[in-house]
């Protein structure tokens, strides 16, 4: 059996589980008025186990990404060359690098957290990271914030 690949989607608001959209809630409470994730998962009505199950999988797509920072943590493998394509890609979709930190390998993986600002001539941004996720050495993907 294949195994499925790790997509991202854009899906209406309205197709999406109430949970889900109770969870995109409270990080925006936490985010905008510093509330407490207890506090802030009270206030829309979900449990902390449903709140950390699914806070790092819903983030809102904002209608103009162009101007704002995305930042993504990725896992791969101590292949040289492999930082190269991760940072041409981003710079092949005229994105523009923030900030990198890349951790010493250990046990031949290391640890890439990277910040990048999309501007007005940025291609799709979900195409660059969906790009960058099947690039081979990289084992993992996460979205950590879009400011």
Do not use: W
């Amino acid at each position: 059996m294949e195994q499925e690949e790790n997509k991202y989607y854009v899906v209406n608001k309205k197709a999406l589980p109430e949970v889900l959209l109770k969870v995109a809630r409270a990080n925006t409470l936490i985010e905008t008025t510093k509330m407490s994730i207890a506090e802030a998962t009270e206030e829309v009505g979900i449990s902390r186990s449903s709140y950390y199950k699914y806070k790092d999988d819903i983030i809102p797509l904002r209608d103009n990404m162009r101007g704002r920072t995305l930042t993504f943590v990725l896992s791969m493998a101590d292949e040289p060359g492999l930082l190269s394509l991760v940072l041409k890609t981003v710079a092949d979709y005229r994105a523009n690098i923030l900030t990198i930190h890349q951790t010493i390998p250990v046990n031949g993986v290391a640890s890439l957290t990277l910040s990048v600002d999309i501007l007005p001539t940025t291609g799709d941004s979900s195409k660059m990271v969906e790009e960058i996720e099947k690039l081979q050495g990289v084992r993992y993907l996460k979205i950590l914030s879009r400011e």
